[in-house]
């Protein structure tokens, strides 16, 4: 579970236009949706919708179930890729001519990782808050509930207000031990998979239960590490960083369910989310304290950073004023000063260590 890329959300749609141009039977195509989501996940874990001018499907998949097992309904496992396989093919998508699977199109994707953590994932989210990020992404915290944090590092919403923030283009990283305490009012939760001997060796040993696949919640660091992506423009680019071209057409279903076919859809969609996780956050490699020098100011200014998250408004005060490029490089600086353990486990238990990292 540790680690392992899962899929939060996937949601697909097809023109119902272009089904009826194509002789599809849309009713039969609508039943056995129903049929086959009904069979496999919770009433509240998916979404089916039929209009004049769209059949879609959205889902939790890491809510997959079977009836004959006994776990507890959470969404920190994804079945295997034999089973989502199987639960495709039972929707019938397998089945269609390529002429119509072609018409069927992504229209949701979050690419999720739970990673147990050596610290309260507050402190992780505090520390991130702090960081300088590319491409117009900006920290913003929010209180998701009394007793937990979400950190969004996002592009902002083309009409920004209070309510609406976040972007089409988001990263989220939050206490997934605590959200599920805080929703569910449980301590234990009993695994459907279970967890192998790396994950095992990553939590205190009375955290978990392997006879039973019990896991105490109150007892691991679960930060949840999600980056999530809709509309077409984002999910092109999932798109061509899987055919290796550019493309037009948004993120075909077809894409997706030929890597599931031959068992790569997980590690392909591990390395796009890496690479992505890569250019916008960590950037940096961990490097050595002795390799940059810090005068008296920037160290007091590298003192008070990591003891309070800095204002997002802060950097524009700078800009406004002129200030901006000099407070940028000063955080720069700042950043590659010190090899800080919170980065460096995260930039490994999040799989950058294994990638190149990209220049600054």
Not at 30 to 44: D, G, R, S, V, Y
Not at 195 to 218: K, M, Q, V
Not at 280 to 295: A, D, G, R, S, T
Request: charged share 30%.
């Amino acid at each position: 579970m540790s680690g392992n890329l899962l899929l939060d959300k996937l949601g697909f749609y097809v023109p119902t236009p272009d089904l009826t141009d194509l002789e599809v039977d849309v009713d039969f195509q609508l039943n056995q949706m129903n049929k086959c989501m009904e069979t496999f996940f919770p009433q509240k874990a998916y979404t089916i919708k039929t209009s004049r001018q769209k059949l879609s499907l959205c889902f939790t998949p890491t809510r997959y179930m079977k009836n004959a097992e006994k776990y507890t309904d959470t969404n920190l496992e994804m079945p295997t890729e034999d089973e989502l396989y199987e639960l495709f093919a039972r929707l019938g998508l397998y089945s269609l001519d390529d002429n119509v699977i072609d018409k069927y199109r992504v229209s949701v994707l979050h690419l999720t990782k739970n990673n147990y953590m050596n610290n309260p994932p507050i402190d992780y989210i505090n520390f991130l808050s702090n960081r300088q990020y590319k491409k117009r992404f900006k920290a913003l915290q929010h209180h998701s509930s009394d007793t937990n944090k979400t950190l969004y590092v996002t592009t902002l919403a083309k009409h920004f207000t209070e309510k609406d923030k976040v972007g089409d283009r988001q990263y989220l990283f939050y206490d997934k031990a605590q959200e599920l305490q805080d929703k569910a009012n449980i301590k234990e939760i009993v695994l459907r998979l279970g967890l192998n001997e790396e994950e095992r060796a990553l939590i205190p040993f009375e955290a978990y239960d392997s006879e039973t696949r019990t896991l105490w919640l109150d007892k691991v660091n679960i930060l949840r590490s999600e980056l999530q992506y809709r509309y077409k423009p984002k999910l092109q680019n999932i798109s061509d960083f899987v055919t290796g071209k550019k493309g037009k057409d948004g993120l075909k279903l077809k894409t997706l369910l030929d890597l599931l076919e031959e068992r790569k859809l997980y590690e392909t969609l591990e390395g796009y989310y890496i690479k992505a996780l890569q250019e916008v956050i960590f950037y940096q490699e961990p490097v050595l304290k002795e390799n940059v020098k810090l005068n008296n100011y920037e160290q007091m200014f590298a003192d008070l950073t990591k003891e309070n998250p800095l204002p997002p408004s802060l950097m524009k005060i700078f800009k406004d004023n002129g200030f901006g490029d000099s407070f940028s490089n000063l955080l720069k600086k700042v950043q590659s000063s010190d090899i800080n353990p919170l980065y460096t486990e995260l930039y490994n238990k999040l799989g950058i260590a294994e990638t190149v990292a990209v220049p600054v």
